[in-house]
């Protein structure tokens, strides 16, 4: 069941002893809400994960769509008609390298067999062998979540309303110039962190570094 922002906000308020919003104003609530799936999503990229057919460019290096934030997985090739095809697994940037020193300049193929990813370049993946430019591949990637405006349903799943209320509460106490309220602040944010922290342990897909990688 999908979970209205002016539930998230109802819980905020009451907590706050703020119900007629004297304080810290609806829409100033609205805006953290929003904020915080920012958040949510930077901590734990899958939470924003869609899943969908990339068309390949030629060569080697590639990318995920306007509006993607992160590789998180690529699954397999796909035919233009969008029926499933090889897997492709991730492989050591360093192994391809190493192996195959001349490996972005070797023949290109419709279908790949292994790609690679960097961190430090989220949007970003290479192929192997490289692509002729007609390929197409299954893409798990996170993008940024949806505005929500005042009243409608909250855009990532209704398992992090918590998380949101959360933010909320840390960023409203942010506002208060005394001690009670910076540590009331700092104890919601390390909720928020400590719940997402050990969802990503456990989940471990921020990269697909690491998974068990292939070998040439």
Known sequence: MAI????????????????????????????WLNDGQREVCLLKPS??????????VAG???SIPAG?????????????AG??????RVIDRDVLDT??????????????????????????????PP????????AVYAVEPTQVSSGGNITIPDIHANNLLDYILYRAYAKETDQIGGQRSAQHYQT???????????????SPNMRTVAQV
Do not use: C
């Open 131 to 138: 692509n002729n430019g007609s390929g197409y591949i299954e």
């Open 83 to 88: 029926a499933g095809g090889k897997v492709v």
């Open 4 to 31: 209205s922002s002016n539930d998230i906000i109802g819980k905020a308020q009451t907590i706050l002893q703020d119900e007629s919003a004297v304080r810290w104003s609806t829409t100033e609530l609205l805006s």
């Open 60 to 62: 080697t290096k590639q």
């Open 47 to 56: 939470v924003s994960a869609i899943n969908q057919s990339v068309t390949m």
């Open 99 to 128: 192996r195959k020193p001349l490996w972005h300049s070797e023949t290109a193929t419709a279908v790949v067999d292994h790609y690679t990813f960097d961190e430090l370049d989220p949007r970003t993946f290479y192929v192997y």
């Open 68 to 80: 993607g934030l992160q590789v998180l997985r690529l699954v397999r090739n796909l035919s233009s």
């Open 192 to 206: 928020l962190a400590a719940s997402l922290g050990i969802k990503i342990q456990l989940d471990s897909v921020a």
